[in-house]
């Protein structure tokens, strides 16, 4: 070989691995925690009694959103948003039933699945219990590992959890004095190692910090001073029947905190892992809660100021039940140390993640894709307004248009109440303009009427008039 040639091959050498990378699809892990709230991350709240540094470093190390909305402000519905990319007023589960995604609803795992990702699920679905047509493996998950039902999500403790095993979701049996999240984690970064190779998309809906109130103990005496009594002062016991959901909790204070510390270690370990296998350079990590803040099993929003400066929890439209935390880390793909205002949700995900990984996008579906914002660009595609609606004790709906928000709040049987909020000057939503503000209550009126359609299953009795 002459000096040229050899030169020449040299070079290829040298540039094909630079050339493989840039081509290589994206490996995208998306981490939803269970019920937190806007402001219990110190990224978003930094006087939050329970700091959260490793989490907090997707923010240092990545973007920062400000302005990200779940699908709605319970589990089952705001999942169902994500997967499908479709808002309340047209997606098929709308409230927190045990009702099934049907066989046509198509999935973000089904759309990287088919473009040559492996799929692996770890946590929460609530889309579907074996042997129905919600049932993971039916929706292009290779692996999964937890819980498919909510209430049995309610217990860190249980008998058994659900795995995929030869193309089939089945109940298997467990210790019941091991931590499920503990052993959700291990199978999360088990996939990791076992996909390093390939391109993958892990989905981890981790199930804390929801009720019940319950952690290991060395996560618990983290919170407990030397004669067991609690570094967040004077505690309220929460009691119930053992019959309940939720068990009798001596120190919830102390065990959410230890909860919200173990997620911040799962999360730091999740990160270290990448780092290890060299995947940080083409590894997206999202991080992201199913809704607001909850006040169950004997949770306390309001002493840990779980939903920052927002209005509501969740199982409201307020700000507090559907504004939530989304933190994106991709080093060379998504800028650094970067806050960014762009109002986009749950359903924007499906469309985002396809964009990301060039697999065709579904049509008939409400998001749109993100990525130049994600890539720190200027973002052209926004929405006009969202929307969200759910029924639970009373029918709610709500409409964002900017800076304006609207809700509708209707009891069966009672006159229906309708305000107005300007979330720039009234992040709090506290002052109440729907009366000084006729013609802005009109056309997001008008807009909530145009953006639904009558399920298309009888769950719930939905108002949609």
Partial sequence: MNIRNKMIALAMALYAPAAMAQTKKPNIIFIIADDLGYGNLTAYNPGHKVPTPNIDRLA???????RFYSGNTVCAPSRCALMTGKHMGHAYIRGNSREPLRLQDTTIATRLHNNGYTTGMFGKWGLGEENTSGAPEKHGFDAFYGYLNQTHAHHYYTNSLLEIQNGKTV???????????????????????????????????????????YVPQPYLQRWLNADGSSKLGPETPFVTAETKSYHSQPQPHAAFAGMIT????????????????????????????????????????????????????????????????????APGKVPAGVTRNDIWAFWDILPTFCDL????????????????????????QQHPYLYWQFNEKQYKEAVLQGDWKLIRLKAKGQPEVVELYNLRSDIGETHDVAKQQPAKVKELYTLAQQSKTKPENSIFDWDIE
């Fill in 60 to 66: 240092k190390e990545g973007t920062k959103f400000t």
């Fill in 262 to 329: 173990k997620l911040d270690e799962d999360v730091a370990r999740v990160l270290a892992l990448v780092k290890e296998l060299g995947l940080d350079d083409n590894t997206y990590i999202f991080f992201t809660s199913d809704n607001g803040p909850h006040k169950e099993g004997g949770a306390d929003p309001e002493y840990f100021n779980s939903n920052g400066p927002l209005r509501g929890i969740k199982r409201d439209l307020y700000e507090g039940g559907i504004r939530v935390p989304l933190l994106v880390r």
């Fill in 171 to 213: 109940r298997v049996p467990l210790d019941s004095t091991e931590y499920s999240d503990e052993l959700i984690v291990q199978k999360a970064l088990s996939f990791i190692k076992s996909n390093k190779d390939k391109p993958f998309f892990l989905y981890m809906p981790l199930t804390i910090p929801h009720a019940e109130l």
């Fill in 357 to 380: 990984t060039n697999a065709p996008v579904p049509g008939n579906i409400d998001g749109l894709s993100f990525t130049s914002a994600l890539a720190g660009k200027k973002q052209v």
